[in-house]
Nanobody, 113 residues
Framework: QVQLVESGGGLVQPGGSLRLSCATSGSIFSSFVMAWYRQASGNQRELVASISRGGSTSYADSVKGRFTISRDNAKNTVYLQMNSLKPEDTAVYYC???????WGQGTQVTVSS
């Protein structure tokens, strides 16, 4: 079965940190690019960060310097380390494999005092 499974979301105070994980099958992890998207209530889904098979990364301006996308080949897992979280980061975060057009189920991140 081809699927992505996110975990690590939750409620955190402004300035806090969370690490999201995206567990994948080996075939999906071999995708040229893996990405994290997010969708805030009432908004369109937007690209947060991406990482190529070769390790090149890209970030939305709104998260640059605060978020880090990475991968663990042995665990077939993609991570999103989120630091210095702001209320505007509140959203459902989705893992995405563009080559397979496969989305994870999403994990809620809420940043609030």
């Amino acid at each position: 079965q081809v699927q992505l499974v996110e975990s690590g979301g939750g409620l955190v105070q402004p300035g806090g940190s969370l690490r999201l994980s995206c567990a994948t099958s080996g075939s999906i992890f071999s995708s040229f690019v893996m990405a994290w998207y997010r969708q805030a209530s009432g908004n369109q889904r937007e690209l947060v960060a991406s990482i190529s098979r070769g390790g090149s990364t890209s970030y939305a301006d709104s998260v640059k310097g605060r978020f880090t996308i990475s991968r663990d080949n042995a665990k077939n897992t993609v991570y999103l380390q989120m630091n210095s979280l702001k209320p505007e980061d509140t959203a459902v975060y989705y893992c995405y494999a563009p080559q397979y057009t496969v989305w994870g189920q999403g994990t809620q991140v809420t940043v609030s005092s």
